[in-house]
């Protein structure tokens, strides 16, 4: 490991430590996109039964379909922010599978936002835009000699 931590302060250069918090902060934008789809819920499932134009679907079925899609929205946003964090702190500590993790997962994260967009729209917005930067920061020169397998 290549992390000394007293006080808060590490080797690691400048940018793979704020690397460290864009990570942190796309995780907590997520969580907060999450909860506020869960507080929305009554507003979307009622907008939701409004537009139903088909006549085979009920009301239970799209209130069980809102609940299931909330659900699994809070769920993936927990696990992502898990994933972002510990792959985060290995990154931040010099470890190059920590910077391959966020490659990985915030890639499998932009895909499943453009497939499957859940939430506020600016908020899936600042979000993706921080992975970008995140991932970017990353491979700047100075994290790649922090990365590099002679250090």
Known sequence: MKIR???GDTDAPKVVRYTFWVWI???TVGLINAILMLSLKTQLTDQTIRGNKDPAVTEQQIRD???NLITFALVGALLFAVAWAFFAYKARAGARSGRTGLVVVGVVY???NALLPL????????ESALEIVG???LF?????????PQR
């Open 110 to 112: 932009l895909a499943l």
């Open 65 to 67: 379909g809102v609940g």
């Open 5 to 7: 931590i007293t006080g």
């Open 140 to 148: 700047l020169r100075s994290s790649r000699e922090y990365f590099s």
């Open 135 to 137: 991932v970017i920061l």
């Open 25 to 27: 902060a796309a995780a």
């Open 119 to 126: 939430g506020h729209p600016m908020l899936l917005l600042i």
